[in-house]
């Protein structure tokens, strides 16, 4: 389908995740250098920030502060979604036709994935938007394959002693998608009856995330689908106030 371009040019970042991950607040700190209250986000909202100053955007390396083309380079938009399980098609929608996105910001409750049904719930998300991206790759058309869509996994709410350290965060991630993956597996079989063997095999190519096999599920394995996942923690509040320095980082190196 023919669709018009959006009037900005302008790069742009998606946050995404589970309902009080934190996406709204990260948006607003980077908005307003201060957090607000937020609440449950109900529709997808987009606004224009700035990257912050003791950060250079990965173009404008080059470039001195001051020149008008600098200032430009650390323009970007912040498209914040809704997490709640029934308002996810406003963050699929946006995944469908990522136009002008450099990334996509997966923000986790890293308390919250602490616990089975927090972790379970958060893995079930990151799966189904793992596999639009990889979905998205493999079905391209065009023989130089789409462009690469990086990943942060924004492990959140560092402030709290319940939170998971970073690499117990990914850890527990990889282990429950790949339980994701094949509990998903399992019930496309089971629906899978009216097909013919043939066609169930491709769809079950198709639905399969990452590689194939018996092994473990595991972040490095979207690298051979365009996708660099990477984790960083972080809290928006809390503390001596909010760290988010190496999201931030992330940022700038893809903009
Ligand atoms: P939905 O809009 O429902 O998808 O959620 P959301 O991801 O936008 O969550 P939101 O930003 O509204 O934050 C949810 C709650 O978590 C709020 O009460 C925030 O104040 C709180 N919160 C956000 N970041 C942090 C953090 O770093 N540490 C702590 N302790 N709380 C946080
Ligand atoms: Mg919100």
Redesign the pocket.
Known sequence: IYRKATPTTLPSFLLI??????????LTLTERKV?A?????TAPLAIEVLLPEDHTPQSSHYRSPGDPAYERSRRFLLN?T???GKLRHFATTQLANPTNVRGIIF?VDAATVAEEAGLNETAEYLHDVLLALQKRYTGATTSKGPKEIPVLIAA?????FTALPPHLVTQQLEKAISEVRQSRAKGLKDSGAALSGEEEGLDEEREWLGEGGEGNFEFGQMEEVGTTVTVHGG????GDGADVKGWYEWIASHL
Do not use: E
């Open positions: 995740g589970p309902s009080g991950a934190g996406k709204t607040a990260f957090v209250q937020t609440h449950t986000s914040d809704p997490g709640h923000v959140n709410k560092m402030d709290l809290h928006v509040i809390g």
